[in-house]
Nanobody, 117 residues
Framework: QVQLVESGGGLVQAGGSLRLSCAAS????????MGWFRQAPGMGRDFVAR????????YYADSVKGRFTISRDNAKNTVYLQMNSLKPEDTAVYYC??????????WGQGTQVTVSS
């Protein structure tokens, strides 16, 4: 089992920045690809970003490319999502995931991000 706890969400004005963190515990963090998903009110859960186990490869949804950056610190068992130039449409609950390639085996409880216009 892997336990994931997100933090760093909150209320921010459009154009602002937030940094989300996801702390992992349980099995070896460096064995997993890590990702971020988000779910807006009344919508499905959408992919945001993913980072491979080594941190060498990252992937982003088109909607966040150039604004969001995913990173990880395997020594701290933590994955981050730096979000810049935030837009009201980025408002959602953000979830951290741990898995292998596109398979997400574990999910966190989510953290709310609200961007006001």
């Amino acid at each position: 089992q892997v336990q994931l706890v997100e933090s760093g969400g909150g209320l921010v004005q459009a154009g602002g920045s937030l940094r989300l963190s996801c702390a992992a515990s349980g099995r070896t963090f460096s064995n997993y690809d890590m990702g971020w998903f988000r779910q807006a009110p009344g919508m499905g859960r959408d992919f945001v970003a993913r980072i491979r186990r080594s941190g060498g490869s990252t992937y982003y949804a088109d909607s966040v490319k150039g604004r969001f950056t995913i990173s990880r610190d395997n020594a701290k068992n933590t994955v981050y999502l730096q979000m810049n130039s935030l837009k009201p449409e980025d408002t959602a609950v953000y979830y951290c995931t741990a898995g292998v390639e596109d398979k997400n085996y574990y999910w966190g409880q989510g953290t709310q991000v609200t961007v006001s216009s």
